[in-house]
């Protein structure tokens, strides 16, 4: 059966939520949480699938993406808050519980509700983003991945990572895209969305608001729990920002995990997209 994609407003944690919602009303509530730089179109291929395969799909734009609100501090994009954002949407949704699926900061979002939240979350899917204290440990002791993570520290700087990454049209955001991911990934009408998105008033420093909340509060990170919820990490090899042995890791802190690595980049939902809505179909079954 196909579903319509549905756009709504949902006001959540104090602020509002652009939501796609796809899928029968009474189906099993599934959370997509995408990262940066995307907004809910990097679900695309995911939405339709899990909606005809009896799911109900809540796909937000994350707060300070795309349509959703963009409050102003650097502190408002706490994991903390963010973690808040989802469960206000279980909340608005009926949902005692529900699956997250996450990826890139997406997934943060979803490790930090499955440690903390386990009574909400059923199962939580993890696309390419280790477990916080995996990721926080290879930073203090990885140069490699102190290297693959030079962005992180760059986006510190005040006002000057917006400016750059907007000029030209937003050229550097495309050829990040383009340059990290396999040919034909990302086509130009795509790019033209995302380019859209970022140019929204306020967006691209809420987004990189994101980065600077870690860093200045990384208690965040090394306060992540053990995982006692199922949790399925799905992850593309050829990540250019994420070495792949930090998925195997972080299965140290599930105690139901399990790990599949596909022939991908980091943006493996996208690339893989069959595999990994199957993957997703037979996890969240």
Request: glycine letters at 6%.
């Amino acid at each position: 059966m196909t579903y319509e994609l549905e756009h709504h407003d949902v006001p959540t944690n104090g602020i509002r939520l652009h939501v796609v919602q796809c899928g029968p009303l009474d189906g099993p509530l599934v959370v997509l949480l995408h990262g940066f730089p995307e907004f809910w179109y990097a679900w695309r291929y995911q939405i339709p699938a899990l909606a005809a395969a009896g799911f109900r799909v809540w796909a937000p734009d994350q707060r300070g993406y795309n349509l959703s609100d963009k409050p102003p501090r650097a502190d408002d994009y706490r994991l903390d808050e963010l973690a808040a954002d989802v469960l206000g949407l279980l909340d608005a949704a009926g949902a005692e519980t529900a699956t997250v699926v996450g990826h890139d900061w997406g997934a943060a979002v979803a490790w930090h509700l499955a440690a903390h939240h386990p009574q909400r979350v059923r199962r939580a899917a993890i696309l390419n983003v280790p477990h916080p204290r995996v990721f926080g440990e290879a930073l203090r002791r990885s140069a490699s991945q102190r290297g693959k993570s030079w962005y992180v520290f760059f986006f510190q700087l005040p006002w000057l990572p917006e400016q750059l990454v907007s000029l030209r049209g937003w050229w550097a955001g495309r050829q990040t895209l383009r340059r990290t991911s396999r040919r034909g990934t990302f086509s130009e009408a795509d790019l033209n969305r995302y380019a859209a998105a970022w140019a929204r008033p306020g967006a691209m420093p809420s987004m990189i608001n994101w980065y600077r909340a870690a860093l200045r509060r990384p208690r965040q990170l090394s306060q992540t729990r053990q995982v006692t919820v199922p949790v399925h990490i799905i992850w593309g090899v050829k990540d250019a920002f994420l070495n792949a042995e930090l998925a195997q890791q972080s299965l140290t802190w599930c105690e139901q995990g399990q790990l599949t690595y596909l022939p991908a980049t980091h943006w493996v939902q996208h690339e893989e997209a069959e595999k990994v809505n199957q993957l997703l179909i037979d996890f969240l079954r």
